[in-house]
């Protein structure tokens, strides 16, 4: 599958964002999806991560209550809903998926397609 990931951009702490990330190519459905970031000079980290049904859901500590995972199969699309947000979430974000009808995948090394990462800048 093609990931196409959007809805970066620079906002004040605080305030929030939307990402979202279209996919194409193949069955969506029966795909876990992740969302990872990695900032400058860092690795790429685990953020979120949803099951191919939607019932398991699973984040990073960091961002619990914050942030929210949600997928829609019908239109082949994820989203990240950012909320809350703090300097320390600035980074580039990438969304992930591989084919599993298992729960959910949080390691960057479970997925074999990635898009092509978004930035969010969140200034103090």
């Known amino acids: 599958v093609q990931l196409q990931a959007s809805g970066g951009g620079m906002v004040q702490a605080g305030g929030f964002l939307t990402l979202s990330c279209a996919v194409s190519g193949g069955t969506f459905r029966g795909h876990a999806m992740g969302w990872f970031r990695q900032a400058p000079g860092k690795e790429r980290e685990f953020v979120a991560a949803?099951?191919?049904?939607?019932?398991?859901?699973r984040y990073t500590n960091s961002v619990k209550g914050r942030f929210t995972i949600a997928r829609d199969n019908a239109k082949n699309t994820v989203i990240l809903q950012m909320d809350s947000l703090k300097p320390e979430d600035t980074a580039v974000y990438y969304c992930?998926?591989?084919?599993?009808?298992?729960?959910?995948?949080?390691?960057?090394?479970?997925?074999?397609?990635w898009g092509q990462g978004t930035q969010v800048t969140v200034s103090s």
């Open positions: 949803i099951s191919w049904s939607g019932e398991n859901i």
């Open positions: 992930a998926a591989t084919y599993y009808t298992g729960g959910v995948l949080l390691r960057v090394t479970n997925y074999d397609s």
